[in-house]
């Protein structure tokens, strides 16, 4: 694979097939753990882990894989993972980060970004563009739960990390709340959805003034 493909692989998952803010794909796990900039960081790296290496093994067995059966394969692979990534959760990280992710880590086998990838990608190509997918996907939803969480934070509890930024400042409790989250992402979507057009739009311009 020549060096641009590999980094066209990565990338685009970031910003061109971005899950959250383009695909719009994993909103409910979304919208419920981004109370934290560090559950935002701990769900993006589970499901990073379970993408790159989920992808990996479907991509290397998909020739023994029979069609009508992809679907439960796929579930049985990412399960193992996320079976592992749990355990290795509730052995290394603090009780109490991983008691306000709850459900969702399990969860993680039926996220939709994960059997997206493996029926559209990990299926139909090899073993390093899988990984590179993978990572690029996971790397761009981690990165889009930290941006949800951190102003979720910063304007709910005061907080980033943790740590208070002002102690003049009277927090909104209801950003950490269902409502906020909902009004934060749909803020960023707006935002994002304006950019792509404005992209459109200069690419048209310039493509009208060029002919």
């Not at 590999?6 to 803010?21: A, C, D, S, V, W």
């Not at 990996?56 to 049985?76: H, L, M, Q, T």
């Not at 990608?121 to 930290?146: E, H, I, R």
Request: hydrophobic content about 50%; some cysteine.
């Amino acid at each position: 694979m020549a060096e641009q493909s590999k980094l066209r692989e990565f990338t685009k998952g970031i910003f061109e097939y971005n899950p959250m803010f383009v695909l719009v794909l994993g909103i409910c796990p979304s919208l419920a753990v981004t109370t934290s900039v560090k559950n935002g960081l701990a769900m993006g790296g589970a499901a990073t882990f379970v993408l790159i290496c989920s992808n990996f093994i479907i991509s290397v067995v998909r020739a023994y894989i029979p069609r009508e059966i992809r679907i439960p394969c796929f579930i049985v692979v990412i399960a193992a993972f996320v079976t592992m990534v749990e355990l290795l959760m509730k052995a290394y990280l603090p009780p109490e980060l991983n008691a306000s992710l709850g459900i969702f880590i399990p969860l993680i086998v039926v996220n939709c970004i994960i059997m997206y990838r493996a029926e559209s990608f990990a299926y139909k190509n090899k073993p390093l563009a899988s990984v590179l997918d993978g990572a690029g996907l996971g790397l761009g939803w981690t990165m889009s739960l930290c941006l949800v969480s951190s102003i979720r934070e910063i304007l709910g509890a005061g907080t980033i990390f943790g740590i208070k930024i002002s102690e003049s400042y009277q927090p909104a409790s209801v950003m950490i709340m269902a409502p906020g989250a909902f009004i934060v992402l749909g803020l960023l979507l707006g935002f994002f959805n304006w950019l792509k057009l404005r992209k459109s739009e200069k690419a048209l311009n310039a493509y009208m003034e060029h002919d």
